[in-house]
């Protein structure tokens, strides 16, 4: 596989949402807005590309029977540094998205990664694949946080453009669950053609 198809494989075709269905606790409750599903798409974006890289450079020397516990230290240490750099430049955010910027460490998608990928390939294809990856995630919840804001307030990245309350249950849970699995239907069409 070259690069070009180890970086478009996380955008549809292994999309970690969409495809995979990962990580789908962060994906429901983090994406009643477009700013909070970019958000915390970007925020898992840089810790899926620093722990692939840093797996990929340390699979070497960690002995098999440890290797699960290792990947969550690396992925926990990226976690800390994006949570304390939210804190700091985006606080707002920060407090919006609150205990799930700490459960990055246990999310699927990244433990995944770094143990089917990264542990097994060179930095520049785990770098490559973090990004994939990464940007495929932050796509699937830009895409579900804004749709979901625009039937359910009315607005777009907190901007108001339609009259009215819209459809108050889009930004609830079960709105969350019926726009997650519109959106999977429709990659899945798209997909058979």
Do not use: H
Not at 7 to 22: A, C, D, Q, S
Not at 132 to 140: D, I, N, P, S
Request: proline fraction near 4%; aromatic fraction near 10%.
């Amino acid at each position: 596989m070259n690069q070009f198809q180890n970086f478009t494989k996380g955008l549809l075709k292994e999309n970690p949402i969409l495809v995979m269905v990962l990580g789908t606790c962060p994906t429901l409750a983090t994406t009643s807005s477009s700013l909070n599903g970019l958000g915390m798409g970007l925020a898992t974006t840089f810790v899926l590309i620093g722990s692939n890289v840093a797996i990929s450079m340390l699979s070497k020397f960690i002995p098999d029977k440890v290797r699960i516990p290792a990947y969550i230290v690396v992925i926990a240490s990226f976690v800390t540094v994006v949570d304390l750099v939210m804190q700091a430049y985006v606080p707002d955010l920060y407090n919006t998205l609150g205990i799930f910027i700490p459960l990055i460490v246990v999310n699927c998608i990244v433990l995944g990664r770094a143990e089917a990928f990264a542990s097994k390939n060179t930095v520049w294809s785990s770098f490559i694949d973090g990004f994939g990856m990464g940007l495929g995630f932050t796509l699937a919840l830009g895409v579900l946080g804004a749709f979901r804001e625009m039937l359910g307030s009315g607005s777009i990245f907190g901007y108001k453009f339609l009259p009215g309350d819209g459809i108050l249950v889009f930004i609830l849970a079960p709105g969350a669950f019926i726009a997650l699995g519109y959106m999977i239907a429709l990659v899945n069409k798209i997909k058979q053609k």
